[in-house]
Structures are given as structure tokens and as C-alpha cells.
């Protein structure tokens, strides 16, 4: 009983620091990659692209376009620096507002790092450092077993639907974060969006929190013969990541039980790629939810 007690501090312990790890190195790209994105929207290109064709022709060198480049590109980084430190939500939602906008392959930006620091960096961690066995997406792939994956997505979908729809009559707030309520506003009618969001938010996005959640830290807890005690921690954990500023705590919860529905159907199976195409398809159905403008939790 000692030995089970301690195996359990000592995965919890591995999940919660391999998750800080990976989301600090996460923040530390993801802001990086926001920050340069923002700034380079605001720089006027009918000032900019004139110095590139004066260089091209020869008038001006690289010192001198650089020298150029700066004087225009200073004062507007200046005040930039200046709004967000005044105003720090202010980069997000200028970031989002583009996206949704504008560039919408820049979700990818979101899901390149995400795949990088949680999947990449995870692997390294679990498998190499620590010697902790985690998926190697052997599972069989069939269309069976996509199918059996997308009912379940559907299933998923409506039972959060009736909770939401329950919880907003007991007039318990459901606020999401920034990127939910941002996506939520500009996907209404947007099928360029809701392609991409569709492609990335749902199935890359899907396919990405199940390798890291239940591939890698639920894996660790069934091979120890720790299957509940890890459904309830890893899922605490899914449910934890999901929360952020101005989202409503009960989303985080609500969450919480996505993950478990996930986290069952991985342990009842033993198929990753079952757990994948639910949560992309619960993901992709948000998405169309948005799209038609339906009433539901925005999670």
C-alpha cells in the first residue's frame, strides 16, 4: 500500500512538473511569436516596401536600408511596448483580432509551438530522461475505429451542451477566455474560418492534447495499475490547463469532465486513436456551433 501511495505522489508529481515545464516554455514561444506577429501588422507597408525597391535597384545599401527601416519601425515598436505594458490583455486580443481577421493560418502558430514544447519536449522528458514509457501510436487505425471515436465525439458534445444549457438556467456563469470568445465572435458565417479552425483547433489541436494528456501521463498512470487515480489527476490537470484569464470557473470543471469522458474511452479501449477523433470532433462541433451561432458553452 506504501509502494502504491508513493507511485502516485510520484507520477502526480512528474505530470504537474512536466506540464509547468512545457507550458513555461510554451509561453516563452507562443509570446514571442504574438508579440513579432502584432508588430508587424502595425508597420505600414506603403512606407516599407519602397525601401526594399530602392535597395533591389541599387540606391540604397543594406546599411542604409536598415538604418531606414529603423526610423520608421522605432517610434511605432515605442509605442507599441508602451500600450502593452500599459495594457497587457490588449496584445492578445489585437493578436486574435488579426488572426480571426485576417490571417487565420496563424492559428498554426499556436499549434507549431504547442506540438514543440508539450508533445516534442514531453517526449523528451518522459521517454528519455525520466525512462517513463508513453505512446508510440501503434493503436490500430481503422475506419471502424475513427467512427467509433467520431460517435462518441457526438455523444460528448450534446451531454456538455445539456449541461450548459442546465447551468446558464441555475444563472451560473459560463465565460470563456479571450481566444474562445474572440473565435466565437468572428467565426458566425466565416467558412474560411471555420476551415481552418476546423483543421487546426479541431483535429491538430485534438490529436496533440491527447498524445500529451492521456498518451503520455494517463499511459504512465495504467502502467502502474493506477488507471483511476490517473483518470481523476490527469483530468484535473486537462481541465486546469483550460482556464484562464476571464474564463468562468466552472468552464475549467466542465472541462475537467471532457478529459475524463476522454481519458475513459482511452482506458476502456486501449486505443489513443479513439480518444483523438472524439476530442477532434468535440472540438470540430464547438466549431460549427460558433459558425451557426447556436447557444452553447463556449469551451
Known sequence: MQNR???????????????????????????????HSVLNHRIPEEQVLPLYEEYSEGKLDFSGLLTEYQKIVTPIK??????????PTLLFSQ???????????????????????????????YKKVLQIPVTNLQDELSIPILLRGITNGFICFFV?????VILE????????????????????????????????????????????????LLKAFIDK??????????SLL????????????AIPFIICGVGM??????????NLWIAMACHATYNSLGLINAYLQLPVVQS
Do not use: M
Open 261 to 270: 469522458f476522454f481519458g475513459y474511452l482511452y482506458i476502456k479501449t486501449g
Open 5 to 35: 501511495y508513493f507511485e502516485i505522489f510520484r507520477l502526480t508529481a512528474y505530470s504537474l512538473g512536466l506540464v509547468y515545464v512545457c507550458s513555461f516554455f510554451y509561453s516563452v514561444f507562443f509570446l514571442a511569436f504574438v508579440n
Open 95 to 125: 493578436f486574435y483580432e488579426i488572426v480571426f481577421t485576417d490571417k487565420p493560418h496563424y492559428l498554426l502558430g499556436i499549434s507549431i509551438p504547442w506540438f514543440l514544447c508539450y508533445v516534442g519536449l514531453g517526449y523528451l522528458l
Open 160 to 164: 456538455v451542451v445539456v449541461i450548459g
Open 169 to 216: 438556467k441555475l444563472s451560473v456563469p459560463l465565460e470563456s477566455g479571450l481566444f474562445a470568445k474572440k473565435l466565437y465572435e468572428s467565426i458566425h458565417g466565416n467558412g474560411y474560418l471555420l476551415a481552418w479552425g476546423i483543421y487546426v483547433v479541431g483535429i491538430i489541436t485534438g490529436i496533440l492534447e491527447e498524445i500529451f494528456f492521456r498518451g503520455f
Open 225 to 234: 495499475n493506477l488507471t483511476q487515480e490517473g483518470l481523476l489527476i490527469v
Open 78 to 87: 515605442d509605442q507599441f511596448q508602451k500600450e502593452i505594458t500599459e495594457n
Open 238 to 249: 486537462f481541465g486546469w490547463l483550460h482556464y484562464g484569464e476571464g474564463t468562468s470557473i
